[in-house]
C-alpha cells in the first residue's frame, strides 16, 4: 500500500489565491522530503527539498516566497503556492525516504496533487 | 550540467513484443540509477533501483542495464502487455542514497493488444 499520502489529489482554485498541498509519510518519519512539479507530458522537475525544523531548500529558479515549504513534523509537509497564477497550474509529486536497516534508504512517491488555476 | 535523456519519446508496439527503452545521463560519476513507472495522473511506482557498482537489476519481465562508462542504460521489457502501457521514467542520483533525484524526459509505451 501507499506510504506516502497527499491531500488534495485534485484541487481547483482562482487565480490570486493560495492553496496548501499537504504530503503526509505514513508509519515511518520522514527527516527529508522532496517537492516535485510535473508539467504535462514532461518529465519531474525537482522544486525543493524539505528538511524537518529547518528552512527547505529550494532549485535554482524556483521562487521561495510563492512556494512555501513547512515541514513541521517528522510526518508532515506542507506547499503552500501563494497568489496562485494559471501557469502554476501542475501536478506536484512529494516524496520521502523510509529508513530501512542499516544504511539502505527506500524513496516513496506521493500519488501526487493535480492544481489547476483558473 | 547534469542531464538525463530518454529514447525514444513515445513508443508504440504489438502485445508480446520485447522492447528496450534508453537513457543516457552526461555525468557518470551517479551513486544509482533508478527506474520508475507513471501511470496518466498518477504517482511514480519503482520498478528496479541499480547501484553504481552494479551492471543490471532484474524483476519479473524487466531487466535494466548500468553502462556508467558510455552514461547509459537501457530497460528491457520481455513479452510486452496492454498493461504494460505508461510512461517510462529514468532518474539518477548523484553523491549519496539520499540525495535528489535527476529525472529523465521519460518514454510515453503504448502496447497495443
Known amino acids: 500500500g501507499a506510504v506516502v499520502s497527499q491531500h488534495p489529489s485534485r484541487v481547483i482554485c482562482k487565480s490570486g489565491t493560495s492553496v496548501k498541498i499537504e504530503c503526509r509519510s505514513l508509519?515511518?518519519?520522514?527527516?527529508?522530503m522532496f517537492w516535485y512539479r510535473q508539467f504535462p507530458k514532461q518529465s519531474l522537475m525537482l522544486m525543493a527539498t524539505?528538511?524537518?525544523?529547518?528552512?527547505?531548500?529550494?532549485e535554482q529558479g524556483v521562487e521561495k516566497d510563492k512556494f512555501l515549504i513547512n515541514h513541521a513534523s517528522l510526518t508532515l509537509s506542507t506547499l503552500t503556492v501563494t497568489s496562485a497564477h494559471p501557469e502554476d497550474s501542475s501536478f506536484y509529486i512529494c516524496?520521502?525516504?523510509?529508513?530501512?536497516?542499516?544504511?539502505?534508504?527506500?524513496?516513496?512517491f506521493g500519488p501526487g496533487t493535480r492544481l489547476t488555476v483558473t | 550540467k547534469q542531464e538525463v535523456t530518454q529514447i525514444p519519446a513515445a513508443l508504440s508496439v504489438p502485445e508480446g513484443e520485447n522492447l528496450v527503452l534508453n537513457c543516457s545521463f552526461t555525468d557518470s560519476a551517479i551513486y544509482n540509477l533508478q527506474w520508475f513507472r507513471q501511470d496518466p495522473g498518477k504517482g511514480l511506482t519503482s520498478l528496479l533501483l541499480i547501484q553504481s557498482s552494479q551492471r543490471e537489476q532484474t524483476s519479473g519481465r524487466l531487466n535494466a542495464s548500468l553502462d556508467k562508462s558510455s552514461g547509459r542504460s537501457t530497460l528491457y521489457i520481455a513479452a510486452s502487455q496492454p498493461g504494460d502501457s505508461a510512461t517510462y521514467l529514468c532518474?539518477?542520483?548523484?553523491?549519496?542514497?539520499?540525495?535528489?533525484?535527476?529525472f529523465g524526459t521519460g518514454t510515453l509505451l503504448a502496447v497495443q493488444p
Open positions: 516524496s520521502a525516504f523510509r529508513p530501512t536497516t542499516g544504511v539502505k534508504r527506500e524513496q516513496y
Open positions: 508509519d515511518f518519519q520522514a527527516t527529508t
Open positions: 532518474a539518477v542520483r548523484y553523491g549519496g542514497a539520499t540525495n535528489k533525484l535527476i
Open positions: 524539505s528538511n524537518e525544523g529547518s528552512k527547505a531548500t529550494y
